[in-house]
Every structure is written in C-alpha cells, then in structure tokens.
C-alpha cells in the first residue's frame, strides 16, 4: 500500500517563494564598463542657409570626434564627446569644437537623447546655445574588447544661434571603441 504525502495549503505559497528566491539568484547584475572612442562623423543642415541670407556657412562637412562611453548596466550608456569642426559648424565660419553629452538604450541596436553647444570665435561669449539631439545606432562588436559604433544623428536648436533661422543638422557617422 502506498501512503501519498500530503501537502499544507501553504505549500504553493512556499514553492513560488523558493522559486523566485532561485531566480533572484541567478540573475546576477551586468558588469559596468567602460570604453574610449575615435570616430568621423558626415553632416549636413537640413535647409539651404545660403538661400536664407547666410554667405560663407558651410551647409555640410567632415567631424572627428573622441569619445567615452559608460555603462553602468546591460542597457544603459552614458556618453561623453568632444567633436572637432576643422572648418566650422553651427554658425560658425572658423573651426569648432562642440562637447556633447548622450544618454542611450539598447545593446546591438540602441537609440537615445543628447545635449551639447559648440564653442568657436565666431560666437559671443565663444557659445552657441545648446543643441539637444536624437541618436539611432547599431553597435558591433568585431572582437572581445573592439566595437563599432555605426549611427545617426538629427540635432535641432531650441534657441538657435543663425538670428532666428530654424534648421537641424543630421549627421552619419563610425566610432571605433576600444574597451578599458
């Protein structure tokens, strides 16, 4: 004759405690890391300047860029970049150079927001006021420790630095990273 145990009628209750307690354990945090960038970047304003009564405004050019990148989790990056314009940008006919600041999402394909200005001669007080941007990327990694960052960029002004002509610059560009 065979006696069957008998559970109490917390015995679920127990079971899906233990159970979530297993899973909680498993499921370890990502690591944070860390890695450091050279990049190019191809822009171009989005309306003809020239039209609007600007002469000398380059309308497109080439970008390099240094860059630092964080990431505190799987999905989360924060970003740090400094992006040289050897012949202007923004405004300006002279060379520039504009720090930025990213907050993205995402692992291989991953999008997000970012702020930045841009400092050159041309502008008072050396400034332009700020420019906010939207990034769409995908980021491949070709070895353990090496990633290519492929993206693209729309910035727009809220307060823009052209005396009230209103224009957005969309940039393509690769940024190689090395982890550190």
Request: hydrophobic share 45%; glycine share 24%; proline share 0%.
């Given at each position: 004759m065979s006696t069957m145990v008998r559970m109490s009628g917390n015995a679920p209750l127990l079971l899906a405690?233990?159970?979530?307690?297993?899973l909680g354990a498993a499921a370890r945090p990502a690591a944070a890391s860390s890695s450091i960038g050279l990049g190019v970047h191809a822009w171009r304003t989005v309306d003809?300047?020239?039209?609007?009564?600007?002469s000398g405004i380059r309308r497109d050019g080439i970008s390099y860029l240094l860059s630092y990148q964080y990431s505190p989790g799987a999905l989360l990056k924060i970003e740090a970049d400094g992006e040289y314009f050897p012949s202007g940008f923004g405004g300006s006919t002279h060379a520039a150079f504009s720090p930025q600041a990213y907050l993205l999402l995402g692992g291989f394909i991953y999008g997000g927001i970012g702020i930045g200005t841009t400092y050159s001669s041309d502008f008072s007080n050396h400034f332009s006021s700020p420019f906010y941007a939207a990034r769409a990327g995908i980021d491949l990694r070709l070895l353990p420790r090496f990633h290519l960052d492929v993206n693209a960029n729309y910035r727009f002004h809220a307060f823009n630095e052209l005396r009230g002509v209103n224009t957005g610059t969309v940039t393509v560009g690769a940024i190689a990273r090395l982890g550190i």
């Open positions: 405690t233990l159970l979530l307690f297993g003809d300047l020239g039209s609007q009564g600007f």
